[in-house]
């Protein structure tokens, strides 16, 4: 049995990291965690509760790092790890530098990030150049990613493996009409339609100050229409705000965060996701979970979506930064039944083939050995 330790950085709650813990083959592997974070979170909760070995290293700043690589190097070479899997900037700064430190030989690195650094933080290039060189593999989430690994900083291809973001797609198909009345309730969504949704990080290059002005046209159109932005909250509040002051107070409503996003997906008629360009998703889980809960979609192509959409097929595709063309594939999604239909069956075929939790599992379990 191989000893894993997955290290991880500000990071409270992880679905994917209790899948991963509840699907991989324990008669293989046997998992650690060390979490670097400075409060006790959802994810240290589970790991009690299942009883698996664990330690939280205090981690608040970069001027952490040197102690919390003195201190993961401790628990690493104590319980006999032989391989570290490392998510995250800081996770990959300490866990990394802290495995070649004790001469772990297997060190895998995900990269969750494209171009960010490259755009809008160049000093961290210098720290993914770090993470580069001493990880014996690298994790590539989509195929932009592995584009940026050796385009950008010219990564060896040979170090870079593509693995997707694994689903459990079938709990976006088991819904419970009671979960999504009670949310509906909540939200205030009684005689609202249709129902436009996005759950996006309120920053700059996700795109929500497209989609709102977009919104601000429909109205004109259905005038009972609702537009829900979830996961409200990022460093561009301020002009997310000043735009929304534009629309009707009870036309849109602001969600900082929702833990049934399988029933939350189920009361939009229509979803947005616009991100600003090709490379400003890594991935885009979004763009699966829409997909996977049957709801029509109009995206721009970012991240996954440029492997996965086929426009007027399972997704209408806006151009980047273009408010009237959301607004004019709104339109065409809402008049026409034929479409929209058509896009919410092949959006969940679509993804049902090649981004099941039990793929990514696998492709793991192979890196692993």
Not at 38 to 58: A, T, V
Not at 133 to 149: F, N, P
Not at 169 to 174: N, Q, R
Not at 360 to 368: A, C, P, S, V
Request: charged share 25%; aromatic share 12%.
């Amino acid at each position: 049995m191989k000893n894993i330790c997955y290290i991880l950085s500000g990071i409270d709650t992880a679905l994917a990291f209790e899948w991963i813990n509840e699907q991989i083959d324990k008669c293989r592997f046997n998992l650690h965690f060390v979490l670097l974070h400075s409060r006790k979170g959802g994810l240290e909760e589970y790991l009690e509760k299942q009883q698996i070995p664990f330690k939280r290293i205090h981690f608040a700043s970069k001027e952490d790092i040197p102690i919390a690589i003195f201190k993961t190097a401790s628990y690493l070479k104590n319980n006999k790890i032989e391989l570290v899997h490392c998510h995250l900037l800081d996770a990959g700064l300490v866990g990394i530098s802290a495995a070649k430190i004790v001469g772990i030989g297997t060190r895998i690195y995900t990269r969750h990030y494209s171009t960010y650094h490259h755009m809008y933080h160049t000093k961290g290039v210098w720290y993914d150049r770090i993470i580069n060189k001493l990880s014996t593999k690298i994790v590539a989430v989509s195929e932009v990613v592995k584009e940026v690994l050796v385009k950008y900083e010219k990564v060896n291809p040979e170090k870079i493996t593509v693995i997707h973001h694994g689903f459990p797609l079938e709990k976006f198909l088991e819904i419970d009409e009671n979960k999504v009345n009670w949310l509906k309730l909540q939200y205030h969504l009684k005689g609202k339609k249709p129902v436009i949704g996005v759950i996006a990080r309120q920053t700059k290059w996700k795109g929500i100050q497209y989609i709102i002005p977009a919104f601000e046209r429909l109205l004109v159109d259905y005038p009972t229409a609702h537009l829900i932005l979830a996961n409200a909250k990022g460093d561009y509040q301020k002009q997310i705000s000043q735009l929304l002051a534009n629309l009707p107070e009870r036309s849109f409503t602001q969600i900082g965060f929702e833990e049934d996003l399988f029933s939350l997906y189920q009361c939009f008629d229509l979803f947005v996701h616009a991100p600003v360009n090709y490379h400003a998703e890594a991935f885009g889980q979004v763009y699966i979970e829409a997909m996977a809960a049957g709801i029509p979609s109009i995206f721009t192509l970012s991240g996954i979506a440029s492997e996965l959409v086929n426009g007027d097929e399972n997704a209408l595709v806006a151009d980047y930064e273009n408010s009237d063309s959301i607004y004019s594939n709104m339109k065409l999604l809402l008049e026409n039944t034929e479409l929209y239909q058509r896009i919410s069956i092949n959006s969940k075929e679509a993804v049902s083939k090649r981004f099941k939790l039990e793929t990514m599992i696998n492709k793991l379990m192979k890196l692993y050995e």
